[in-house]
């Protein structure tokens, strides 16, 4: 019998399953993947740290989480910095003096102030949704090339129909400083995220290829508690109806060039190219392998961002108001659920940068473990 039966082998699931194993409990953890890590799951390519389900970037405020997790990997100092791709047009993200001067001409920041000032005017009151939020903090020129086409590629959605909440992840400066974060602490871990979650799971035993769902009644009885961060309503097979999730496809290609964009983001923010983003992996580690050498070859991924359907991989959570108040109810069965705790990016239904997820990992951990 194990103490904890933990359901995916993400950062929430593996988190705890390594302070678990540290208070002394037995843990399984199962993964209906061929591999650890859920979705930050790298995998080596011509030396090249492959994010095969999509770029990850950590950053974060909180000292404690970024202490936290270099116990497990060491960070490189790389710094997002994505470029816009706009027809051709190139800017720099996120919006910042770089930006306004090639949109305007504006030199100072002060001519900037300017003009988004005068731009936001047309929003009156509190913006009440993603158009009016984002015309409110930079004007509908940078919203019409920037921000339209590339959000509603991503979210499948009318900016009109979108919560405000998401766009403002995104800073904009007066400044000339292309980093897209505002975090005191970022990086890549070094050797890759797939290193890091075996690190987190040393020692612990790990069962990959098994659905959960599909064998629940026996692997249910093998533990007194089950930590499960997969869908909550699949959870529940669906009963209330389906949480809506926006699935990506990558389509990656190997190519053999050194240098293929230059930088490892380049946002498409026009609606007419049907990939939201090409990653450029090497970028993520400086274009070097682990000895410092320069890689001759390049790996690039192509997103393309879709409505999620059953057998889809489920991306995103759609914040909205109709599935937040669907969540909520399935929230209610989930707190009734005895001996069962839902965490993560799916089993909370929750926009979670990686960040969040530990430190939401390790409010319940030591809530749980004392
Ligand atoms: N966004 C945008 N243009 C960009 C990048 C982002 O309009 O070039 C908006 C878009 O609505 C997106 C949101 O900002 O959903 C948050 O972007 P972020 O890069 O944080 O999303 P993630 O990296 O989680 O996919």
Redesign the pocket.
Same mark, same amino acid.
């Given at each position: 019998m194990y103490n904890y039966l933990i359901i995916g082998s993400g950062l929430y699931g593996a988190i705890f399953a390594h302070e678990a194993k540290k208070a002394g409990k037995s843990v399984l953890v199962v993964d209906k993947r061929p591999n650890i890590g859920g979705n930050i799951y790298t995998e080596k390519v011509e030396g090249i740290n492959v994010h095969k389900y999509g770029a990850h970037i950590f950053h974060t405020n909180n000292k404690k989480v970024w202490d936290y997790v270099n116990q497990f990997a060491e960070f490189n100092r790389f710094t997002n910095s994505?470029v816009?791709n706009y027809k051709g047009e190139l800017y720099s +993200?996120p919006f910042n003096m770089y930006t306004f001067n090639k949109m305007w001409g504006v030199v100072t920041p002060e001519e900037a102030a300017t003009k988004i000032e005068d731009q936001r005017k047309e929003i009156t009151g509190e913006p009440q949704n +993603?158009e009016e939020q984002a015309i409110s903090l930079v004007g509908r020129d940078i919203y019409e090339k920037? &921000?339209k086409g590339?959000?509603e590629k991503?979210?499948g959605r009318d900016c009109k129909d979108l919560p405000s909440f &998401? &766009?403002k992840?995104?800073p904009v400066r007066l400044t000339f400083d292309n980093n897209y974060f505002n975090a005191l602490y970022q990086g890549i871990p070094v050797g890759g995220y797939t290193k890091m979650v075996e690190n987190m799971l040393d020692g612990i035993e790990v069962r990959l290829n098994i659905d959960y769902l599909k064998h629940k009644e026996e692997l249910d009885a093998i533990a007194e508690k089950v930590i499960y961060t997969g869908p909550i309503d699949a959870y529940f097979n669906f009963c209330l109806g389906t949480l809506e999730y926006r699935s990506v496809r990558f389509e990656n290609e190997l190519l053999d060039i050194p240098n293929y964009q230059g930088n490892a983001a380049v946002?498409y923010?026009d609606r007419e190219t049907p990939w939201t983003r090409i990653i450029e992996h090497k970028w993520f580690e400086f274009g070097k392998d682990e000895n410092g050498n320069d890689l001759p070859k390049t790996v690039i991924s192509r997103e393309y961002s879709s409505e999620w359907k059953n057998g889809d991989e489920p991306y995103y959570p759609v914040n909205d108001e109709k599935n937040s108040l669907l969540y909520a109810e399935y929230k209610k069965l989930a707190d009734s659920e005895q001996n069962v705790i839902f965490g993560g990016r799916l089993g909370e239904y929750k926009y979670y940068d990686m960040d969040a997820v530990i430190a939401s990992s390790l409010k319940m951990a030591k809530r749980e473990l004392n």
């Open positions: 994505p816009a +993200l +993603l920037l &921000i590339y959000t991503q979210w &998401i &766009i992840r995104l946002n923010t």
